[in-house]
């Protein structure tokens, strides 16, 4: 069919996309652990192994046994055509449809193996070709190119003047918490104190009252730029 490409299956697509988001997630981790993606994907240790040579095999990882694996270029340029599906379509169904983020990750999830190219040009363009999806997280472009900047999770960086770049964890109920304590993508606070012992990070929200105090896991899963305070202490 005109300007529709057949994609890789939809084990296959899964399997590389898990495998790229397991390496962002740890980039000083050299290779994937198999129990890590078993357990990412919800299958057997067996199972992975299986795929995992077949994937081999055909070019697009590099298996280590009793190690771990990573994706060759072209593994990695595959899993980030899925991943651009993935966030164009999140993309369009919060800022077209109007629909909750919190709600768009599963039918993100299943639409991103059946959109065509042509489909999938439109969304974008109607978006007016993002470079983030609402998370925050970067789009990758249409020849597998992604942004190399890395933003620091909260819980790595000192106090002072940040805006929210990326929110790394997907589940409705942290997305639910996000809004509703005004740290959507975008947003500016100061991080106003960190405590070594407790690990605690108390945040100024201009939105917000009161302090906002975060436990050390939730600060690992903001990421965040640092921006020049518009109001010089004197």
């Not at 768009?104 to 974008?124: C, G, K, P, Q, Y």
């Not at 975008?186 to 960190?194: N, S």
Request: glycine share 6%; with cysteine.
């Amino acid at each position: 069919m005109k300007g529709h490409r057949f994609h890789m299956s939809f084990t296959t697509e899964n399997y590389l996309k898990t495998i790229y988001q397991l390496t962002e997630r740890h980039p000083a981790t050299p290779l994937v652990r198999l129990g890590e993606l078993a357990e990412e994907l919800g299958v057997t240790p067996g199972t992975i192994t299986t795929m995992i040579r077949g994937f081999d095999q055909k070019g697009l990882v590099i298996y280590k046994a009793r190690t771990g694996v990573k994706l060759t270029k072209k593994g990695r340029d595959q899993a980030l055509q899925v991943v651009r599906r993935h966030r164009i379509i999140e993309s369009f169904l919060v800022e077209v449809m109007k629909m909750d983020w919190a709600e768009v990750h599963e039918d993100a999830e299943a639409l991103e193996h059946v959109v065509s190219d042509n489909f999938l040009a439109r969304m974008d363009e109607m978006l007016g070709f993002p470079s983030t999806d609402p998370h925050g997280d970067p789009i990758p472009s249409s020849t597998s190119e992604l942004p190399t900047r890395e933003h620091p999770p909260l819980c790595e960086v000192p106090p002072g003047a940040y805006k929210v770049q990326r929110v790394d964890d997907q589940e409705p109920v942290f997305l639910d918490w996000i809004s509703e304590n005004h740290l959507r993508p975008g947003q500016p606070f100061e991080l106003q104190k960190v405590d070594s012992v407790t690990g605690i990070f108390t945040l100024k929200v201009s939105e917000k009252k009161a302090p906002l105090l975060l436990s050390t896991d939730i600060a690992g899963r903001i990421r965040v730029h640092p921006v020049q305070d518009p109001q010089p202490r004197i």
